[in-house]
């Protein structure tokens, strides 16, 4: 615990201190500012002085981003919307110096609970910065975590990109330590649990965007979105996201009530960005549909455009079917991907796959789950494992498991009831396997391109049907095999350049590309 | 029980064969008994339940229950995907008395086709209770008739913007449509049942009679329709799958989309709950969104359908009535005194009703009537409306402004008479909101002719530009509501002009709402009248 009767220590700064001088942190967070609020370096003068005149600056020019600025550099904070709000109020209704009182007041409140005002802040203006906060403090590879391991390494290489963290208290962003950089930048794919980074040995500093683009390739936790909120509605930079998919509103039956209650937060959060770069052509008209409700609350929204996003798999080979190993249980391996979770739909591919046993069907069927909390599911697999069907369940597979998976089987199955891109379509494809997989949204759009089987996923006699279908007529499957080889490659390349078109290009102050 | 005797007893369960491997006959055997051999009132109901059943799907009705059990069985091996999802779901509504989930229609239907007719009855009767002295209440399959589903406005003294219009407009179709059965759900939130004349009278704000008893009902090739909302997750859920299966017509009443479209001024739990609702929507076929602006939200959601596979309900606007209710001249003396914000009574009066939750925007209208007084200007600011979601930042900048001496007063309700009173004393309104469905405040206070500032867009625009009377602000900038409020004061030509505006504007009623609302949600599917097959049958 900090002893609240110490002298303020002032950490390491980020910005250089002018010479000569002795500063507080709050004295080089103004300092810092001084030059975007008012022009020209900050003059040598006490804190005091250089907050009232920075208060007169702001209130003089009633605008909401240089507020969000000073708020930020103040309270070593961005604010909320209501906290910028009623700063707003007092500026109009004050004198100077009452409202540079006022200020502290509001501000340190803040400052003391997220326990940043001793530091010293970085303020980058003009630049690029992505917010990879889960994927860099995880070694969790969702399918987020993919996207972000995908597109840092390829916009690494342009000028001025820089990823961010929220420092602790969820307030403002900081640099990554070096083993977050790593694990954004250079992933390795193992799939340990490194101990967290010590925040108190680690090197790192708070950071300020102005007038920059800040990108949100994750959907950032709800205490965050509060802060973007203002970030992004002030205009003080330009907040921009990748969109994945609205299931959360869509099909909270099919989900525990916390993703529902996260996700409305994010989606006060989308209302304020300026683009969506949607990772399909359905999740763009979900974001679509989304804007297209902010007309009756008087707000334009953001633009939104479909970047479908890769289909590419570093490093896959199609399997060469002539050569191929039987798979190891002798049978027909049919294959399943996703956490066990009622959306996925396992439940009705479990139902078509018992009818097709009790006919006589000779196969396996392979679920490769890693997680989920799908009661029915559950009970499902252990009912068909009693009766001693061909069911195999397995989790926790490393990359190279996965591989050897989707290797023995004949063909993929993922009926899923909503999706926002289908990952596991694409890995199949991309693996020469072809895909039984459900006849809208985003999966139908995956599959336009040839190698898979359409059925509409609530219809248990259409996907026991197809099941049939595919494991026994080997004119269907031979037919499916040729249209993938066909098929066009996206890849991660493409995608992060598409994206970058979107996301950073049209933003960036004077055009730069 | 120790580890070893659970897991002994596990293995006996398993040695005993599966339902689903006993022969058709034995099976057939068990399910009469379970009906017939279990004491006479459960004979009795059960009886009828399958006489309901079998009459709702057009069947002859034999007397002994084998043969009912036969004749269903029969039915049910012989429907195909679709119907015989919908035939377990009528099924097990009308056996059981509970409506059946999504995931349990399923789950019964997979057993259906897996194992058989018999196999999903003798499954279905044995999960009934049959403890001693337990109740059996009548269950009525009801085909061909109008459902209005009440259950929260029967239940509720609540006077908010959602009861108004759920009990105004069903009143309007009870007095036109006699045949009209309301409806509200089971103390387990598993069941409709129709409502008994005390919660009827409540629902329709009638006086109080006695309580009735209760009856069951399962809707069959029916309308429904929910002019309220829906919030428990235990209702929505069980609602979406009569609304996929019950081969019924269904409508809602649509008010706004905030809680998915403004979370950031709603209580935390409403975003869920809202959500959960929409599952259900997603499955009707025609809403009545209460304005334009509300009609867009719900087309957007409609648009975000897409990746479910479902195209949603089709959408269609009906804009609230703006029916006043003239206070005699007594009353508006009553308010005069009641309602006054300085000692003298004679300060022009600023009106702002609703409640204090960060969507009104109050913050705004406060901010701008300190700088008004700041510099002079002489009139008293009204508030009407109670604390809500985060209110106590709204009431202490309040108490403030009233403790410096400001003509300020905050009253937390109003009967409807004194509020239509302090809408007529009232120089304006203001309702500088930042969200609303439909915005009450804006067409009552035009309905007697005292103009309003309100936000230049959504559904408040839409109300003022239907005739005029309306100062259109933008309720983001506080600069702007202050300008607007100043003029609305100071402007006396201006002022009147509005006020001439108002008094000439189009008065759309109650009956003519409820009507345009009915042939929206009812349309060409309404039927000469109600049929109840369970009733009806011999037990």
Known sequence: MADPSAPVRVRPNAAPVPAGLTRTALGQRLTAVWPELVGGPAPEAGDGELLVSLVAQVAGD??????????????????????????????????????????????????????????????????????????????????????????????????????????????????????????????????????????????????????????????????????????????????????????PVLNADLLPPLEPYRFVQYLSLVKHLTHVAAISGSAAEEFGGFVDMLGAQGLPGPTVSSCPLATELAGAVMVDLDAAAPPSSGV???????????????????????????????????????????????RQVKDLTRRGRPLRVLQAVTDQGLREAYAEARFTAFPSLHEGFGLPIAESLALGIPVLTTGYGSTAELAADGGAVLVDPRDDDALTDAMRALLTDDTLLARLREQIRARPVRTWDAYADEAWQQLVAPWLPGGVL | ?????????????????????????????????????????????????????????????????????????????????????????????????????????????????????????????????????????????????????????????????????????????????????????????????????????????????????????????????????????????????????????????????????????????????????LTAAAHADVVAAISQAAGDEWRGWRRMLTGTGLTGPEVAAVSLPTEALAPDDATTEQARLMLKTDE???????????????????????????????????????????????????????????????????????????LWAAYRLARCTVFPSYAEGFGLPVAESLAVGTPVLTSGYGSMREIAEDGGGALLVDPRDDASVTDGLRRLLTDDAFHDELVRQARSRPVRTWPDYAEHVWQVLVGSAETSGPDRSGPKTPG
């Open chain 1, 62 to 247: 009633g605008r909401q981003d240089t507020l969000w600025l000073l708020w930020t550099a103040v309270a070593a904070a961005m604010p909320t919307a209501g906290e910028l709000l009623s700063a707003h109020r007092l500026l109009a209704a004050c004198s100077v110096d009452r409202a540079a009182l006022g200020m502290l007041g509001l501000c340190l409140g803040d400052a003391a609970a997220r326990g940043h005002a001793d530091r010293t802040i970085e303020l980058v203006v003009g630049e690029v910065l992505v917010d990879v906060d889960k994927t860099a403090r995880s070694r969790l590879h969702t399918g987020i975590a993919r996207v972000v391991r995908n597109l840092l390494p390829r916009w690494a290489d342009r000028a001025a990109v820089r990823p961010v963290v929220w420092a602790p208290g969820t307030a403002l962003h900081r640099t990554l330590t070096p083993a977050e950089n790593e694990r954004v930048l250079r992933w390795d794919g193992r799939p340990t649990y490194g101990a967290q980074p010590d925040l108190e040995t680690a090197d790192w500093h708070l950071v300020v965007p102005w007038k920059s683009v800040v990108v949100l390739p994750e959907v950032p936790l709800p205490s965050a979105c509060q802060r973007l909120v203002a970030l992004a509605a002030s205009g003080s930079s330009t907040v921009t996201a990748i969109g994945y998919d609205a299931i």
């Open chain 1, 332 to 378: 027909p391996s049919v294959l399943c991907v996703g956490s066990l979770e009622p959306r996925k739909n396992q439940v009705a591919l479990m139902h078509a796959a018992e009818r097709l046993w009790r006919e006589g069907l000779s196969f396996e069927l392979v679920l490769v789950a890693g997680g989920g909390w799908g009661g029915e599911s559950l």
């Open chain 2, 1 to 277: 029980m120790t580890g070893p005797a659970r897991r002994s007893l596990a293995r006996a369960r398993n040695a005993v064969p599966a339902v689903g491997e006993l022969p058709v006959s034995a099976l057939a055997r068990l399910c009469t008994v379970s009906v017939d051999g279990r004491g006479r009132h459960r004979r009795t109901a059960l009886r009828a339940r399958l006489a309901a059943v079998l009459s709702a799907l057009d069947t002859p009705v034999p007397t002994s229950t084998g043969d009912r059990l036969s004749a269903l069985a029969q039915l049910l091996a012989d429907a195909d995907q679709q119907a015989r999802q919908d035939l377990v779901w009528l099924v097990t509504a009308t056996i059981t008395g509970r409506l059946p989930d999504r995931p349990a229609v399923l789950r019964r239907s997979r057993q259906l086709v897996l194992d058989g007719p018999w196999s999903f009855l003798h499954t279905l009767l044995g999960r009934l209770v049959h403890r001693p002295g337990a109740s059996w209440p009548q269950i009525g399959v009801v085909t061909g008739a109008v459902l209005v589903d009440l259950h929260h406005t029967a239940r509720t003294d609540l006077a908010t913007g959602i009861q108004r219009v759920a009990r105004r407009t069903t009143a309007e179709w009870v007095r036109s449509r006699p045949d009209v059965v309301l409806v509200g759900w089971t103390s387990r939130l598993d069941g409709l049942r129709v409502l008994p004349p005390d919660e009827r009278a409540r629902a329709l704000g009638e006086p109080a009679v006695a309580a009735g008893r209760e009856e069951i009902v399962v809707p069959w090739r029916s309308t429904y329709l929910l002019p309220e909302l829906m919030t428990e997750r235990a209702r929505t859920d069980r609602l979406q799958a009569l609304l996929r299966h019950s081969r019924s017509r269904s409508g809602l009443i649509a008010f706004d989309m905030v809680p998915i479209s403004s979370a950031e001024t709603t209580a935390d739990g409403m975003g869920p709950a809202f959500a959960g609702m």
């Open chain 2, 344 to 418: 003298q009574g004679t300060l022009p009066l600023v009106l702002c009703v609703g409640s204090h939750e960060p969507r009104k925007n109050h913050g705004a209208v406060l901010a701008a009537a300190e700088t008004l007084w700041s510099e002079g200007q002489r009139f008293g600011l009204l508030m009407v409306g109670g604390n809500a979601w985060h209110s106590e930042p709204l009431v202490a900048e309040a108490e403030a402004l009233q403790a410096s001496g400001r003509p300020l007063s905050l009253v937390s309700a109003l009967s409807d008479p004194l």
